[in-house]
Nanobody, 117 residues
Framework: QVQLVESGGGLVQPGGSLRLSCAASRIIDSINSMGWYRQAPGKERELVADIMSGGYTNYADSVKGRFTISRDNAKNTVNLHMNSLKPEDTAVYYC???????????WGQGTQVTVSS
């Protein structure tokens, strides 16, 4: 079993920045992608950004140009650098890992990001 441990959430003012990190509890083979999703109160969970094993990245339109995803393949970690944060970015952010041919999906426990003055 793999655990994904997130860190870096918190309270930030509009226009501010945060960095989220996610680390896997062990080295994972055959990773297809790692990424970040978010869920705001009363809304469905949505993709924020993900990065494929070959380095291709994918972003939600609402965060393009503001968020950057990066990954350390050797350490099985994925980071999300968030700049120019807006109140509508407020949500619980979840780390995601997609592995193998089936595939198997792992989720972190979530970290709260609140953007408010």
């Amino acid at each position: 079993q793999v655990q994904l441990v997130e860190s870096g959430g918190g309270l930030v003012q509009p226009g501010g920045s945060l960095r989220l990190s996610c680390a896997a509890s062990r080295i994972i083979d055959s990773i297809n992608s790692m990424g970040w999703y978010r869920q705001a109160p009363g809304k469905e969970r949505e993709l924020v950004a993900d990065i494929m094993s070959g380095g291709y990245t994918n972003y939600a339109d609402s965060v393009k140009g503001r968020f950057t995803i990066s990954r350390d393949n050797a350490k099985n970690t994925v980071n999300l650098h968030m700049n120019s944060l807006k109140p509508e970015d407020t949500a619980v952010y979840y780390c995601n890992c997609n592995t193998g041919k089936t595939p198997t999906i792992y989720w972190g426990q979530g970290t709260q990001v609140t953007v408010s003055s």
